[in-house]
């Protein structure tokens, strides 16, 4: 990676909440960006942890949940993001804000053993500014920008069906859109030397598809074991990527423009992925989730330094691992409002799965804690105000590193839309 002083992240970038990307980093320039937690309100606060996860709640990581939604019951969980992140780098420093609209999802049953699910996840998200000051010789300097934004999305739509009494199945189908825009400018204090203008541009719309198993075994009266299984399909997004170099003559103000376009460029990788929940009575929950994102399958598009090309490369990404712990706690149920109140906590570790110049891009670590706020008082249908504060911290050799702090809000919905009138 060239060196970045963090210093020279340009202040607008810096300072101002970003609602589009929700990121202000550095490294959302590679591959498709940084990758977004598709988490809902319940289990942020567990960082995550999901794919053992099934009860009255919408758990979209993985759809085979949606079959333990309750019959009366219309889901509704909306979420939002701040999040402040600090960049460090040879003891520079500086402070980058932001907010970001997060999901929406809703859920309910179709009939006994079948429930849906639709919604709006992000995917990726890109966001950047920056300036690289290089010094060439003892009368030249070359400044080079660095700018990006965009990312994807997904709206889903999903079903859940308990194939057995202790087996259920479900699957997501998403529409995958979006755009990124990438753009390096490089100016050369030597007015006989060109100054070149790089965009990278694609727009993407396409398919996502996701399938889930979870089963469930009653160990004894107090203990519930849960296994969920995820699967992601791979596949290319059917998406053109285009480059538009521009070099300008200082001398002449002449332009000179050259254009390429790679055909089918970007691709999503194939997910795999294995958890369980072992619930303890109804008042503790604790579970552990592994996935594995096979993205060092995929090909990405770059210029090829000795020709200039703009070709599809290999080697570019790597597959990533993730593992996740997490707990809830419940004190009571059936207590007073405080007893009520649901307290989570979790962690996790990523491998990277982007590349920079030939070496690996950073690791990350997070942790988090939160808690689910009763809105209302029914036992089994409670709207739910859910709260969590994350730390994330990613960081590489000789790279960048940041630190990230950010409050997750949280509404979950729980309206009995679905009883029957009873005339007396």
Request: glycine share 10%; net charge neutral.
């Amino acid at each position: 990676m060239k060196r970045i002083l963090i210093n020279c992240l340009l202040a607008a970038s810096a300072l101002t909440a970003s609602a589009q990307s929700g990121t202000n980093s550095p490294y959302s320039q590679y591959g498709l960006g940084i990758l977004s937690d598709q988490s809902q309100g319940f289990n942020r606060g567990m960082n995550g942890l999901a794919l053992g996860m099934r009860g009255n709640h919408v758990n979209a990581m993985n759809p085979a949940s949606y079959s333990a939604v309750d019959s009366l019951t219309m889901l509704f969980d909306l979420g939002m993001s701040g999040q402040v992140t600090n960049f460090k780098e040879n003891g520079a420093s500086i402070n980058a804000y932001n907010a970001d609209f997060e999901y929406a999802v809703a859920a309910f049953r179709l009939m006994p053993g079948l429930g849906f699910s639709a919604g709006v996840l992000p995917y990726t998200n890109i966001g950047y500014n920056y300036n690289d000051r290089k010094v060439i010789n003892s009368t030249m300097t070359s400044v080079e920008t660095y700018s990006g934004s965009g990312g994807l999305h997904q709206a889903y739509v999903g079903v859940g069906w308990s194939v057995l009494k202790s087996l259920s199945v479900g699957a997501n189908l998403s529409y995958l859109w979006g755009t990124y825009d990438k753009k390096i400018t490089v100016v050369n204090s030597d007015s006989y030397v060109n100054s070149v203008i790089k965009n990278y541009t694609t727009s993407v719309n396409s398919y996502k598809l996701d399938l889930g198993v979870q089963w469930q075994q009653q160990i004894d009266k107090n203990n519930l074991l849960t296994v969920g299984i995820t699967y992601g399909l791979g596949h290319d997004l059917g998406a053109d990527a285009q480059s538009m170099i521009s070099n300008t003559n200082s001398q002449t103000a002449v332009s000179t423009t050259d254009t390429m376009s790679v055909s089918d460029a970007l691709s999503i990788p194939t997910t795999f992925g294995v958890g369980f929940a072992w619930k303890h009575k109804d008042n503790l929950t604790f579970g552990v989730d592994y996935t594995l994102q096979k993205w060092g399958g995929v090909d990405f598009p770059e210029t090829n330094p000795q020709t200039g090309a703009y070709e599809l490369k290999s080697g570019l990404l790597k597959d990533r691992s993730k593992i996740t712990v997490g707990a809830e706690w419940l004190p009571n149920a059936e207590g007073r409002f405080l007893q009520k109140v649901r307290y989570r906590a979790g962690a996790s570790y990523a491998t990277p799965y982007i590349t920079v110049n030939g070496a690996d891009g950073p690791k990350e670590y997070s942790a988090s804690i939160g808690f689910g706020l009763p809105i209302t008082t029914y036992k089994n249908r409670q709207s739910m105000f859910n709260f969590s504060a994350q730390w994330v911290h990613s960081s590489a050799s000789n790279m960048i590193t940041e630190n990230t702090f950010r409050i997750n809000l949280g509404i979950t919905f729980n309206e009995n839309w679905f009883a029957k009138w009873k005339v007396e």
